[in-house]
């Protein structure tokens, strides 16, 4: 329990220090900025494999499945490769979100980071009751494999009309069931008030509906990375790590998102391999090696692809 402590505090510490000091007035972030806070979380993220290591070497933390150092580290830059890589979409539906909304850029940070909140509590929460379901009722890791092989197949011939309307989404109506919306911003703030009423900015109803999008996200995440390993610690600290660097990505990518269009085909690829590995878990085992190598393979092959296809359409434009 020392050890998620800490972890839980060292998160704490960064997000206060995040808001309070590095993000402490509102401004539009820039690609170059975004890009340098990318490459420190993902630079942070692998380097926590070397913390993950001493931890299962020495026994500071509690270590069910009885991993070696060697194996819990590949588990969980593996399981941080799957969350990194789901969060393609979430980019892209935040994007969707922040300009359905007109949120202006400078204030994109502000929602993101009290998203980034929400997320922690929610993920941690279906991490616990996913590892105490495949704990408790081993058939279960079934279901989660067939969901997975499901949602890939539902990602690779989703047509063009599935898009995402968040003015017709279903937290977008229970907010303004709750309480009246104002349709323009109030500087950061996530209420307004007026002649003593209590308003909810666009900021508010966007921060609600990302929130709630990235539980929906979370469905095929976390069975995916249960896949992996059912340690609660390397689930959890694989998820926040990837969540912690979806702000700093989102900068990065998001007016480029959609050229990386052969990314989704490595979502597909990589949520198709876990749901077959769960259901043939019990006759197959696969090294940890293997998941790792095909899950970067798959990842770098969509992102090369997509690379290749921006240059060949640069040089015809």
């Known amino acids: 329990m020392i050890v998620w402590a800490l972890f839980l505090l060292a998160i704490a ?16 972030i820039s690609s170059k900025e975004a890009g340098k806070w990318t490459a420190i979380w993902v630079t942070l993220s692998f380097a926590f494999s070397g913390m993950v290591y001493w931890l299962y070497q020495s026994g500071y933390v509690n270590n069910p499945n009885h991993l070696r150092p060697g194996d819990a580290v590949v588990k969980y830059i593996t399981g941080y490769l799957i969350e990194l890589s789901l969060s393609v979409d979430n980019i892209f539906v935040i994007a969707l979100i922040f300009a359905a909304f ?43 494999g067939a969901f ?8 690779l011939f989703k047509g063009d009309d599935d898009n995402f309307d968040p003015k017709h989404s279903l937290p977008y109506r229970i907010v303004g069931k709750l309480m009246p919306i104002v349709h323009h911003t109030d500087g950061k703030k996530f209420f307004h008030i007026e002649n003593g009423k209590r308003y909810a900015t666009p900021l508010f109803v966007a921060l609600i509906v990302i929130e ?46 959609k050229k990386f269009i052969y990314v989704e085909y490595s979502l597909v690829a990589i949520l198709a391999f876990v749901g077959v590995k ?6 197959v085992e696969f090294h940890e090696w293997v998941s790792l190598t095909f899950i970067a393979v798959a990842l770098g092959i969509g992102v090369l692809a997509s690379l290749n296809k921006m240059a060949d359409d640069d040089q015809t434009a």
Do not use: C, E
């Open 13 to 28: 510490i960064f997000l206060a220090l995040d808001l309070g000091v590095f993000n402490k007035t509102p401004h539009i």
């Open 148 to 155: 997975l092989i499901f949602t890939a197949a539902k990602m």
């Open 278 to 283: 769960m259901l043939i878990a019990d006759w």
């Open 102 to 144: 007109k949120i202006p850029q400078k204030y994109q940070h502000r929602v993101l980071f009290w998203g980034i909140i929400g997320a922690i509590f929610f993920r941690g929460l279906m991490i616990f009751f996913g590892v105490l379901l495949i704990n408790k009722f081993h058939w279960i890791t079934y279901v989660f």
């Open 212 to 257: 709630t999008m990235d539980v929906v996200f979370a469905v095929d995440s976390v069975p995916a990375i249960l896949a992996i390993t059912s340690d609660p610690f390397l689930v959890f600290s694989s998820n926040i790590f990837a969540i912690l660097g979806l702000r700093s990505m989102y900068f990065f990518l998001a007016n480029m998102i």
